[in-house]
């Protein structure tokens, strides 16, 4: 009786840098099907004909994802089936991606960028992403341009990212410090970890409590102490958690809903116009959902007067409160 092999894990970060690379490769797009069935990351969990919901429902996350980080990520659609999705294509124009023609490098800071690249491409991917390049031909395309030749951000992960990666591949109990806003000091916590995975652009670890067995989501930015992996080890479950985890996060972000009112035309309006799921109500009122009040606080604060926040209460003095206490250490 045949088994069937197990799907491979492909890193949050490889999936995302191979996704780049074929949409940069394609001056025509490519429909959300071919994507699923050819790029790496997703072709590997990708069923012809069967039933590929999850895995849109990742893709969608991907492209909010490289939005965040700058990627200028175009939809086009098909001449004559205007709002057809199965049609629609996407690119990344090459213009709008590469770096400005005025921009020069010196033979000496080339060198230091090529050696800076190969550093970055060695640590942070497998093997089988070293060879995306090779890969593009699947998709019909042949390229010798530097990787080098675009622009992309890099965004460096929180310190606990490392070890909680590698106690997830050993499957052991991790111990460590959160400290949640509003704490005076930080609680120390023994959590199985089931899954790192990343939402509006930040790494969260989905773990389980040993004792308890509850399910519970923390922030890497709020973990303050070094990860401690334990020699006790745990039962990791058949099925990836991160689905399950990702589906809480976005049932918490749908239920949460702010009434903000921006400046028109000012940086405020921009940016947060540019978020998944902002909607106007009104001339100059935004409806924006969330997930963590603390971090749409924070961000809320930074834009000063631009912004003044209507509902929830509880939002509008978290943001009050900032202001206060920025004025009161700064003047």
Do not use: C
Not at 89 to 100: A, C, D, Q
Not at 129 to 141: E, M, T
Not at 191 to 208: C, D, I, K, N, S
């Amino acid at each position: 009786m045949p088994t069937s092999r197990p799907v491979p894990r492909i890193p949050v970060e490889e999936r995302l840098f191979s996704l780049v690379l074929a949409l940069l490769a394609t001056e025509s797009g490519l429909t959300k099907n071919e994507i699923l069935s050819t790029v790496q990351g997703y072709r590997q969990r990708y069923a012809p004909g069967g039933d590929n919901a999850n895995l849109e429902r990742q893709f969608e996350r991907d492209k909010d994802d490289i939005r965040e980080l700058g990627v200028p990520l175009e939809t086009i659609e098909t001449p004559g089936q205007a709002g057809n999705n199965q049609t629609l294509r996407y690119r990344i124009p090459r213009g709008s991606y590469e770096l400005p023609e005025d921009v020069r490098f010196s033979p000496q800071e080339v060198t230091l960028l090529n050696l800076a690249a190969r550093v970055w491409r060695e640590g942070s991917l497998s093997s089988e992403s070293r060879r995306a390049l090779l890969k593009l031909g699947s998709l019909g395309v042949t390229s010798d341009e530097p990787v080098l030749g675009y622009a992309p951000r890099v965004r460096v992960r929180d310190a606990a990212f490392e070890p909680l990666s590698a106690a997830l591949e050993k499957h052991v109990i991790v111990r460590f410090d959160y400290l949640k806003p509003g704490q005076a000091a930080a609680r120390r916590r023994e959590v199985e970890p089931l899954a790192l995975f990343q939402h509006q652009g930040r790494w969260h670890l989905y773990a389980a409590e040993p004792d308890t067995r509850l399910h519970k989501t923390f922030l890497l930015r709020r973990i303050v102490s070094p990860i401690e992996l334990t020699s006790r080890g745990f039962q990791p479950p058949a099925e990836d958690p991160r689905e399950q985890a990702l589906r809480d996060l976005e049932a918490i972000w749908e239920s949460r809903v702010a009434i903000v009112e921006a400046v028109p035309g000012s940086d405020a309006a921009t940016r947060l116009l540019k978020r998944r799921g902002t909607t106007r109500v009104g001339n100059d009122r935004l409806s924006l959902h969330y997930a963590d009040p603390d971090i749409i606080a924070d961000e809320l604060a930074g834009f000063g007067p631009e912004v003044v926040v209507i509902d929830p209460p509880q939002l509008r003095d978290a943001v009050r409160e900032r202001l206060e206490r920025t004025v009161a250490e700064h003047g």
